[in-house]
C-alpha cells in the first residue's frame, strides 16, 4: 500500500497542492506528477519534501529544494522545511503485510516500550477499538527479544502442517512470532548487516499470520539496521514512540523521528512512559526520571503526546507473570489508558484496515 492509498495529514495534502504550483521549467509538468516529489512527510510542524533521486539531477536538485524551502514555508502550519533525496532503498519487497503495520518505537532501551506494545495489542485484540481485531505481534528486537516473556510463550517456532511456512505462537488472542522463538534457549542473538535485510523480511512474509487488521511491531531501540529492514520489507502505516520524561530519552527519541520521516514512515505520536513514581505507602507522586520531557517534545514537534503513564510495580509484575496488565486487571487506571490510547490508534489507522489481503512480490 503506498502513501497515496493512505490517509495523509491535512498539512501534508496541503503541502501537495503548494508544490503542484512547481514546474519543470516553464511550460513542463508539475513536480509532483512529474514525480519528482517522492514523497512529503509531517513530523509535527517540520516538513520533509522527500525527492526523487534518479529524476533530480545533484546539480538541479539545490536550486529546486531552494523553491521548495520557500513556497512550503509559506503554507500554514509549517515552521521547518527540510528538501532532501529520498533513500533509493525504503520501496517496501512487499506491497502488503498481513495487516497494517504500526511499529512501537524509543531512543533507549530500559523506557518500557516493549511492555507497552504488548499491553496495546492486547487492547486491540479485546475490544478497545469497540470491536475485537485480529493482530499480530512481531518482535523485532534482535538485541534483546523480551515479547515471549511479556506474554508467556516460549519453544521453539515450528512450520505449519504443510511444511511451507512457519506456525506463530498464540497468547492472549494474539498471533505472535519473536526471533527469540528461533534461537535455542540461552544462546545469544547475532543478527546483523545482510541477516537482518534477510530475516526481518522472512518473519512477516514466510509467517502464517492468516489475515490480521493489525501487525504491532516491537522495534529496537535506537536506530539501526532494523529500522531501515522493516521499511524495506513493507508499507508501515505508522509509528509511535515511547520515551522517559529526562533529556537524554528525548533526545534520542527526537533522531529516531529524524530518520523515520527521512525514510517516509509517519509517526502518530509520542507516549511518555515512567512520568511519574507514585509511593504506595503515601500516595506521594515523585518525577524520579525527569519532568516533562514528553510533554515538551511534543510542543516542540507538534506531534499529539497520546499518554502519560506513570511507572507502576503492578506492570511489571504482570509483566514477569507473562499477562498484559490490560488483560490481568482491565480496571486498573493503568488499563484504562491503555485502552483509551489503542482505541485512538485504531481510530486513525481503521482507514487503512482493508480485511483480507493477499501477498504481492514486486
Not at 521499511?231 to 514512540?241: D, E, R, Y
Request: charge should be negative; charged fraction near 15%.
Amino acid at each position: 500500500m503506498t502513501r497515496e492509498q493512505q490517509t495523509r495529514t491535512p498539512l501534508e495534502t496541503a503541502v501537495l497542492a503548494t508544490l503542484a504550483g512547481i514546474t519543470v521549467g516553464e511550460d513542463g509538468p508539475d513536480v509532483v506528477s512529474a514525480g519528482h516529489v517522492a514523497e512529503v512527510v509531517s513530523t509535527g510542524g517540520a516538513i520533509r519534501v522527500l525527492l526523487d533521486p534518479a529524476l533530480v539531477a545533484t546539480e538541479d536538485g539545490e536550486a529546486l529544494a531552494e523553491i521548495m524551502r520557500e513556497v512550503v514555508g509559506a503554507v500554514p502550519g509549517v515552521e521547518r522545511v527540510i528538501v532532501k533525496p529520498r533513500p533509493q532503498s525504503v520501496t517496501p519487497i512487499l506491497a502488503q503485510a498481513p495487516g497494517v503495520v504500526l511499529a512501537v518505537h524509543s531512543g533507549k532501551g530500559g523506557v518500557g516500550k516493549s511492555t507497552l506494545a504488548v499491553n496495546i495489542a492486547a487492547a486491540l485484540a479485546h475490544g478497545a477499538a469497540g470491536r475485537p481485531l485480529r493482530v499480530g505481534v512481531l518482535d523485532a528486537d534482535v538485541y534483546g527479544p523480551s515479547v515471549p516473556l511479556l506474554l508467556g510463550v516460549s519453544g521453539r517456532a515450528q512450520t505449519t502442517a504443510d511444511g511451507s511456512r512457519i506456525a506463530p505462537m498464540a497468547a492472549h488472542g494474539l498471533k505472535v512470532m519473536s526471533l527469540g522463538f528461533l534461537m535455542p534457549e540461552g544462546k545469544p542473538l547475532a543478527w546483523r548487516g545482510s541477516l537482518v535485510s534477510e530475516g526481518l523480511p522472512q518473519l512477516i512474509a514466510e509467517v502464517d499470520w492468516g489475515a490480521l487488521d493489525i501487525l504491532v511491531v516491537d522495534l529496537p531501540p535506537g536506530t539501526s539496521d532494523v529500522h531501515l529492514a522493516l521499511a524495506q520489507a513493507v508499507p508501515i502505516a505508522g509509528v509511535v514512540a515511547v520515551t522517559a520524561p529526562g533529556q537524554i530519552s528525548t533526545d534520542d527519541v527526537r533522531r529516531g523521528l529524524e530518520m523515520f520521516a527521512d525514510i517516509a514512515v509517519p509517526c502518530l505520536g509520542l507516549i511518555e512512559n515512567m512520568s511519574t513514581f507514585v509511593c504506595r505507602s503515601c500516595g506521594t507522586e515523585v518525577a524520579l526520571f525527569g519532568d516533562n520531557g514528553g510533554k515538551d517534545l511534543a510542543l516542540e514537534t507538534g506531534l499529539p503526546l497520546l499518554a502519560r503513564i506513570p511507572f507502576l510495580r503492578d506492570v511489571l509484575t504482570a509483566s514477569e507473570a507473562g499477562t498484559p496488565l490490560v488483560l490481568a486487571e482491565p480496571a486498573a487506571p493503568f488499563s484504562q489508558t491503555i485502552t483509551a490510547l489503542a482505541r485512538r490508534l485504531a481510530d486513525e489507522l481503521a482507514p487503512q484496515m482493508k480485511g483480507d489481503t493477499a501477498w504481492t512480490q514486486h
